[in-house]
């Protein structure tokens, strides 16, 4: 069998299919499924070698997540033993879903991500599947969360108290910055969050020793998290007041699992990576494990130094209680939080690198309006269009809705939607072991870790149905709004593609076919075009 990586257009058949797809090149361009990677004679190249491969993996996992999740997980389930227990299995279910993506991602070795794999396997209602995908791009695809972090803990070290007008104007300073730096200045883009990820993993590194430090070397009378002397009185203070409400395990899973969002982000992005295939296979699980290190490092430091009733009222600023306490008002209150801001400006950088990719490939497909216009790489020979319609809603959400538990409730509405997507997906995977033998596999998922992804995706779902006592979330107010405001953009998109697919046509008496046009800087699109019945 040949290598997958010979060629950028080589078929997605083993060498024994029947099947046989047309001829393609960049004078002939055929966009077709059945080709593992598209062509593409306006690329921005191969740009991303293995270390700057892992970067952008490990700098979109360790983003605010670990710096602002714990305070609220502890919160919703009420003990140390139970929110740890939540960061091993949320570990355990995000390896489980990394083999899914690493399955399709190498045998679908182009960008876009779960576009790419949702399109190739549910073909039919036609274009349903795009469609969805596109409507999430644009209503959910945006970078908010971290700029908030970045907002609150650039505060916190200056010891200032913004108002929420000067709050929002600095997520939104920075998300302007970063987005004009990588449509102007793409390679000094990648290289400036290359060296921000690396000051990341430097500074999770540092975070988790400090806690063995504190506990070493603190004399005694300094306020570090105690607990009983004996076995039994350990056991019972790490599971005091635990809270096994299945909605607010869901939340706080949902929680965890973006903490390690991210560890398919090389998949959006594999036209332009180096060896993608051999890449994937390595540079994933490397993240995927110094990210289960550092976390649960950083977690057991959090509880060694910080009182477990401060960390619940923590909010977003766990980290910097934990620095604070850890090395005093100077280091731990100004410099330690401004290196955490440091470190969400590098994730920000990474998702909106990714997410611009995806938009353009949407809009390559036709599923955006304007699609000619947003699929070119002009002016700049970079994804300008596509940082743009990524900057539109992560402009919206950062300065529309009011401050408070915002931040988690983002990440609730993120997760949801999210989580319907991961099912389809590893249904999807499953799906095509028994109907497509035929493709080639560089890598196989095993089987049992999909079926569990696929179970936790459905008890997830399934979670807002089962109120807690008070019928509040934890953001304080109705338990299951997040869930309502997934669903509602799921059905937004089906109702979407129905009008323009099925009712439109049927009133205009056309159907909706697809044609592969080469604009004038050399990128291939699919034009959706009108044929009228005869």
């Not at 969050?193 to 430090?213: C, E, H, P, R, T």
């Not at 910097?320 to 280091?331: C, K, Q, S, V």
């Not at 909106?352 to 497909?365: S, Y």
Request: with cysteine; aromatic share 12%.
């Amino acid at each position: 069998m040949p290598d997958i990586e010979a060629s950028e257009t080589s078929p997605l058949l083993s060498p024994t299919s029947t099947l046989s797809p047309d001829a393609i090149s960049p004078e002939h361009p055929d966009r077709s499924l059945e080709h593992d990677t598209l062509p593409e004679t306006a690329t921005y190249g191969r740009n991303l070698s293995w270390s700057s491969a892992y970067i952008l993996v490990i700098s979109r996992v360790i983003g605010s997540g670990i710096f602002a999740t714990p305070g609220a997980i502890v919160k919703s389930v009420g003990s140390i033993g139970l929110a740890l227990s939540l960061w091993v299995a949320g570990t355990i279910l995000s390896a489980c879903g990394l083999a899914v993506s690493l399955e399709y991602g190498c045998m679908l070795p182009r960008s876009g991500g779960d576009k790419v794999y949702l399109e190739f396997t549910y073909r039919h209602p036609r274009f349903l599947a795009s469609t969805l995908i596109a409507v999430q791009a644009v209503l959910l695809g945006f970078t908010a969360s971290n700029c908030i972090i970045f907002s609150k803990y650039t505060s916190f070290a200056f010891s200032i108290e913004p108002t929420e007008f000067q709050s929002k104007a600095l997520a939104v300073g920075l998300l302007t910055v970063i987005t004009i730096i990588h449509a102007r200045f793409m390679k000094a883009g990648i290289a400036i969050q290359n060296a921000l990820g690396w000051v990341k993993i430097f500074l999770i590194v540092f975070m988790a020793l400090s806690g063995v430090y504190v506990i070493l070397f603190h004399e005694r009378g300094d306020t570090v998290t105690t607990f009983s002397s004996s076995d039994a009185g350990l056991w019972e203070e790490l599971w005091k007041d635990s809270d096994w409400s299945w909605n607010n395990l869901s939340t706080s899973l949902f929680k965890v699992f973006y903490s390690y969002a991210g560890l398919n982000n090389m998949n959006n992005v594999l036209n332009e990576v180096k060896n993608p295939v051999r890449t994937l296979k390595t540079v994933c699980p490397a993240a995927l494990f110094t990210a289960c290190l550092l976390y649960l490092l950083a977690n057991v430091s959090y509880f060694l130094v910080v009182p477990i009733e401060e960390i619940k009222q923590s909010g977003e600023l766990v980290a910097a209680l934990f620095f604070e306490r850890a090395f005093g008002p100077h280091l731990g209150r100004t410099i330690l939080p401004l290196m955490i801001a440091i470190s969400a400006v590098g994730n920000v950088m990474v998702v909106t690198f990714a997410l611009a990719r995806v938009n353009q490939e949407v809009a390559r497909q036709g599923f955006l309006p304007f699609s000619r216009t947003l699929s070119s790489s002009k002016p700049w020979n970079s994804p300008f269009w596509g940082l743009a319609v990524h900057y539109i809603p992560s402009l919206l959400v950062i300065a529309i809705p009011p401050q408070g538990g915002v931040y988690n409730f983002i990440l609730d509405v993120e997760g949801y939607p999210g989580q319907a997507f991961a099912l389809a997906i590893t249904a999807g995977l499953i799906i095509l072991r028994y109907r497509r033998p035929d493709l080639k596999r560089p890598f196989k998922a095993w089987l049992p870790a999909v079926w569990l992804r696929g179970i936790i995706c459905v008890a997830l779902l399934a979670a807002p149905f089962f109120p807690p006592a008070d019928w509040k979330g934890d953001v304080d107010f109705f338990y299951a709004t997040y869930a309502i405001v997934g669903i509602g953009i799921i059905l937004f998109g089906v109702l979407y593609w129905y009008i323009w697919t099925v009712l439109l046509p049927k009133w205009g008496g056309y159907t909706l076919e697809e044609e592969v046009e080469v604009l004038d800087d050399g990128t291939s699109i699919t034009k959706l075009v009108h044929s009228r019945k005869l």
